[in-house]
């Protein structure tokens, strides 16, 4: 078809298949209810977002994070290694729950699930993307070496090293 200008232009169908911009199975496909907190770690939802609140709760429901340490499917994991990781395990893992707490604060979907040791390497386990890069340059700039970042985007999943 051509509008008034000359351009061709083609109807939008409503009854086609479009592909999610981000697969998330985390991600709510519902609004949840103002006042819905979370029985596991307290967080509410208010305003269109989770956040740290002590109004009285109208509604129970596991959030995103929650619910991704229940079943155990991180969304990010930064793998430190080498001969430094094992020298300054504990400064690093310090620098790593302090950063935590800083945006826990203001973002309680972001969170450390796990920092385990597997062979020689030191593994954290995160909620989600964000926190994951933000502990990954946080290291790096405090302590340079190599990053080395890797996104797959068909699983919503960031893997750096």
Same mark, same amino acid.
């Given at each position: 078809?051509?509008?008034? $200008? +000359? ?5 939008? /169908?409503?009854?086609?298949? *479009?592909?999610? =911009?981000? %697969? ?56 430190? $290694? +080498? ?5 300054? /395990?504990?400064?690093?893992? *310090?620098?790593? =729950?302090? %950063? ?62």
């Amino acid at each position: 078809m051509m509008d008034t $200008s +000359g351009k061709y232009w083609r109807p939008i /169908r409503r009854d086609e298949l *479009r592909p999610e =911009r981000i %697969h998330d199975p985390y991600r709510a496909h519902f609004k949840f209810a103002d006042g819905t907190r979370c029985p596991d770690c307290g967080a509410v939802f208010v305003h269109g977002r989770w956040q740290w609140s002590a109004q009285a709760p109208a509604h129970a429901a596991l959030c995103p994070a929650c619910h991704r340490i229940r079943d155990g499917l991180p969304a990010g994991y930064l793998t430190l $290694s +080498g001969p430094f990781v094992a020298r300054h /395990r504990d400064e690093l893992v *310090r620098l790593m =729950r302090h %950063h935590e707490s800083h945006e826990k604060n203001e973002h309680p979907l972001e969170r450390i699930m796990a920092v385990d040791d597997q062979d020689g390497s030191l593994v954290v386990t995160t909620t989600d993307i964000h926190i994951a890069r933000q502990l990954g340059d946080a290291l790096h700039d405090a302590y340079k070496g190599e990053l080395a970042y890797h996104y797959n985007e068909a699983e919503n999943l960031l893997r750096i090293s």
